[in-house]
């Protein structure tokens, strides 16, 4: 069972949206919350379980991104993933980061989630001077610095401050 719907329509006194917790059986909206023992489910949609957003997320270039894999091939490499804007192999495979804010339900965490776009191709690396898994790093995520300004200005809206995070 889903443990939280929305209410199809909004609270009249505070324009809020009416949310219903199954498993604490309460109604909340801006006005105040309510314990309750039953509710028509018709008048209400179920929420994901998971991560929601806030806002639209804000999509950003960047110079490249990479991800080490840690398993090893048969013939001792290992697998490096990357998107670069500039690859000598494979020319412009357009990185860019989507950040967003989303809110986790479960434990009412609000969170920053970095997404990486873009094409994607492997190179095995077999230069390595020491075993990675003793790397400290498995992510490197490159960015221009003209892009810092536009990703500091998103990072700057409160999420608390929100009406709702629906």
């Given amino acids: 069972m889903m443990p939280l719907y ?10 809020k949206p009416v949310i219903y917790d199954s498993d604490r059986q309460t109604i909340s909206c801006g006005c105040e919350v309510s314990r309750c023992t039953f509710v028509n ?3 209400f949609e179920p929420l994901p379980k998971f991560d929601r957003k806030f806002w639209e997320g804000v999509t950003l270039p960047i110079d490249s991104a990479k991800f080490l894999s840690t398993e090893v091939l048969l013939d001792g490499s290992n697998v490096l993933f990357i998107s670069d804007r500039e690859s000598i192999f494979k020319g412009n495979e357009d990185p860019q980061i989507n950040v967003r804010w989303i809110k986790y339900p479960e434990k009412d965490k609000i969170q920053v989630c970095i997404e ?3 094409i994607f191709h492997t190179e095995k690396i077999c230069y390595n001077q020491k075993n990675p898994n003793e790397w400290k790093g498995r992510m490197w995520i490159y960015m221009p610095r003209e892009i810092i300004p536009k990703l500091i200005e998103y990072l700057q809206k409160d999420p608390a401050k929100l009406e709702a995070w629906m």
């Fill in 6 to 15: 929305r209410r199809k329509w909004r609270c009249a006194v505070c324009h």
């Fill in 116 to 118: 990486v776009r873009g």
């Fill in 41 to 43: 489910l018709e008048a």
